[in-house]
């Protein structure tokens, strides 16, 4: 299976952004999290047109259809932050998501900084792991009372 990894350009931002949304939403959707959990979320999972603007927003397709998956990595005072990297569930598993993490390592690798950070929904934690990233921590939600996620850091350094 071919996928195809692209940078929007601005002018694409208002029309992408509710698309990266749904996306989102149905991605987190899928690991069975109750709606009103969800709902608490919303916030949390939305993509403005100033986020595809301002941050490093990759879009990932699955031979040239619609769009299959998004990475977004942002320069942080200290280290690049990847803050978010969803996929399509029905292309979970497809090599979407290895596709979109290897094309925004590439890009991290150009920032100057050492470290790509970010913290984990604990359902994806495995996936990162599996691309050679480790957890650092952990940290409280924001979101939700007594919820932990897993900080995870990658060497850019690395090979």
């Not at 359902?123 to 932990?148: C, I, K, L, W």
Request: glycine fraction near 6%.
């Amino acid at each position: 299976m071919t996928v195809t990894i692209e940078r929007p350009d601005a002018d694409e931002a208002d029309r992408l952004a509710p698309i990266l949304t749904a996306l989102c939403r149905r991605a987190k959707a899928s690991w069975g999290y109750p709606p009103e959990l969800l709902a608490r979320w919303a916030d949390d999972l939305r993509i403005d047109a100033a986020d595809i603007v301002a941050d490093i927003v990759l879009v990932g397709r699955i031979q040239d259809t619609a769009i299959a998956g998004f990475a977004r990595l942002a320069a942080r005072p200290d280290h690049t932050q990847l803050k978010d990297l969803w996929v399509e569930p029905p292309s979970m598993g497809s090599g979407v998501g290895r596709a979109l993490w290897d094309a925004a390592v590439a890009i991290a690798r150009t920032l100057p900084f050492d470290e790509l950070r970010f913290a984990a929904d604990p359902n994806a934690e495995a996936f990162y792991v599996h691309m050679g990233v480790h957890r650092t921590g952990y940290a409280p939600s924001e979101v939700v009372d007594g919820r932990t996620l897993p900080l995870m850091a990658f060497d850019l350094r690395g090979a």
